[in-house]
C-alpha cells in the first residue's frame, strides 16, 4: 500500500525555519517525482515545489522561491522542504504528493497533511 | 503563470442530480488537465487526469471532457459521498496552478 506521511509541522514565529519531511513506502520511491502543494485554512490547493526524481532538478512557485528549499534522500524514502523567512502567510497544511509516472504529471497519492503555523 | 477560472465557486444540488464543473486556462494546455475531490479534513484525491482518464478506482459516473482551454468535470448521477470540494489543476507547465475550487453542497 502507497503511504506518504509527513511531519515536521508545528508553530513557528515569523522569520523562523521549519523543516518538513515526508516518509514514503509502499513503493519504488526513487522512480517518482515529487511535489509540496499546501492549503491555508479555509483556502485552496497551492502547489509549491517539485523535484525531480534524481533531485537535479527542482521548481518553487514565486512566492517562495530563495525561502524553501525541496530535496529528497532516496535511500531513505524521504522528501523534505526547508522553510526559512517564514512568514504568516505561510500558514497551512502542507501535502507531499506523488506524481503519476508516465502520465501528464497528476498527484495520484498524497500525505494527511502536516500543519505549519506562522505566528508571534 | 497559467490562470485557473473553475466555475461555479459553489453548487447546491440533490442525490441523484447530474452536475457539471467547468474549468477555463489562460493558455492552451493541451490536456494536462486534472480534477481532484477533496473531503473536509482530507487530503485531495486524484479523479481524472489527462482531462478525460478516469483515475483507477474511481467511479465510472464520475467524466472529464475538453482539451485547449476549456475543461469540464461531471458527475452524472450524484451520490452522498460526492458532496465535497473539487479542484481542476494545470500539470502543463509550473507553477502547477489550480483553479480556486468548487465546494459541492446537499439542497
Known amino acids: 500500500e502507497v503511504q506518504l506521511v509527513e511531519s515536521g509541522g508545528g508553530l513557528v514565529q515569523p522569520g523562523g525555519s521549519l523543516r518538513l519531511s515526508c516518509a514514503a513506502s509502499?513503493?519504488?520511491?526513487?522512480?517518482?517525482?515529487m511535489n509540496w502543494v499546501r492549503q491555508a485554512p479555509g483556502k485552496g490547493l497551492e502547489w509549491v515545489s517539485y523535484i525531480s526524481v534524481s533531485g537535479t532538478t527542482t521548481y518553487y512557485t514565486d512566492s517562495v522561491k530563495g525561502r524553501f528549499t525541496i530535496s529528497r534522500d532516496n535511500a531513505k524514502n524521504s522528501l523534505y522542504l526547508q522553510m526559512n523567512s517564514l512568514r504568516a502567510e505561510d500558514t497551512a497544511v502542507y501535502y507531499c504528493a506523488r506524481e503519476l509516472v508516465g502520465a501528464t504529471s497528476p498527484f495520484d497519492y498524497w500525505g494527511q497533511g502536516t500543519l505549519v503555523t506562522v505566528s508571534s | 503563470d497559467i490562470q485557473m477560472t473553475q466555475s461555479p465557486s459553489s453548487l447546491s444540488a440533490s442525490v441523484g442530480d447530474r452536475i457539471t464543473i467547468t474549468c477555463r486556462t489562460s493558455?492552451?494546455?493541451?490536456?494536462?488537465l486534472n480534477w481532484y475531490q477533496q473531503q473536509p479534513g482530507k487530503a485531495p484525491n486524484l479523479l481524472i487526469y489527462?482531462?478525460?482518464t478516469l483515475h483507477s478506482g474511481v467511479p465510472s459516473r464520475f467524466s472529464g471532457s475538453g482539451s485547449g482551454t476549456d475543461f469540464t468535470l461531471t458527475i452524472s448521477s450524484l451520490q452522498p459521498e460526492d458532496f465535497a470540494s473539487y479542484y481542476c489543476?494545470?500539470?502543463?507547465?509550473?507553477?502547477?496552478?489550480f483553479g480556486q475550487g468548487t465546494r459541492l453542497e446537499i439542497k
Open positions: 509502499g513503493f519504488t520511491y526513487s522512480n517518482y517525482e
Open positions: 493558455q492552451t494546455i493541451s490536456t494536462y
Open positions: 489527462a482531462a478525460t
Open positions: 489543476q494545470q500539470s502543463y507547465t509550473t507553477p502547477f496552478t
